[in-house]
């Protein structure tokens, strides 16, 4: 089974903090993507990677960047936290084969920006 | 421009009941069409695809989904619902012309089953 692991579940930090999302999958896939999910408006896409040191722009990038150094991890980082970047983050991944298949996701990360 | 629209934020039903969920899509051509399934603090988990072929869909946990493309519906489906199917679902489609992009994910509908 895939596993995409996001490294913490809950998440406390103050405004005008830089924050790291870490998010690692172990089927090297080359698809990664960030989102973040709010109540009744669904899911975000923020940014997403095809490759190592790729990224592209989603729906909502900005405050937000993102790092690919390695195949297997994604990160989000929020360059100066404000209240309300306060949400739950979803990182997924998916193989490159057409389209076809499902992207895979972790358990989210829900941060608290005070 | 690829879009998908669940019109019904929360449906009821009672358990041992059928249970529809619905969803519409709209792409230039023929859809890659998902569902998930969303429980409280968890991430969203993969139930059932539509890819081509048979338009009856069997997925995870009894859940199917129909395709109907003159309707521009994947509307999921279970014959009898479980007190444990309530969560929150999400479909989601990809336009197979547009490449490898990111899936567009519909706003979600809250189901709950009641005992």
């Known amino acids: 089974d895939v596993k995409v692991t996001q490294s913490s579940r809950y998440l406390v930090k103050r405004t005008g903090e830089k924050v790291f999302l870490e998010c690692v999958q172990d089927m090297d896939h080359e698809n990664m993507f960030w989102y973040r999910q709010d109540p009744g408006l669904g899911l975000r896409l923020i940014y997403f990677?095809?490759?190592?040191?790729?990224?592209e722009k989603g729906d909502i990038p900005e405050g937000y960047s993102v790092s690919r150094e390695k195949k297997e991890r994604f990160s989000l980082i929020l360059e100066s936290a404000s209240t309300n970047q306060t949400s739950m983050y979803l990182c997924?991944?998916?193989?490159?084969?057409?389209?076809?298949?499902?992207?895979?996701f972790g358990d989210g990360t829900r941060l608290s920006i005070l | 421009a690829q879009s998908v629209a669940q019109p019904e934020d929360q449906v009821n039903v009672a358990e041992g009941n059928p249970l529809t969920v619905k969803c519409t899509y709209s792409?230039?051509?023929?859809?890659?069409l998902f569902w998930y399934v969303q429980y409280p603090n968890r991430g969203l988990q993969f139930l059932l695809k539509?890819?081509?072929?048979?338009?009856l869909v069997k997925g995870s946990y009894g859940f199917e989904a129909e395709f109907n493309k003159s309707q521009t519906s994947f509307h999921l489906k279970k014959p009898s619902a479980l007190v444990s199917d309530s969560a929150l679902y999400f479909c989601a489609v990809r336009d197979p012309y547009s490449g490898n992009t990111p899936l567009v994910f519909g706003k979600g509908t809250r189901l709950s089953v009641i005992a």
């Open positions: 990677s095809y490759d190592v040191k790729m990224k």
């Open positions: 792409v230039s051509g023929n859809p890659y």
């Open positions: 997924a991944s998916s193989p490159p084969t057409g389209g076809n298949q499902p992207q895979h």
């Open positions: 539509y890819i081509t072929g048979d338009n």
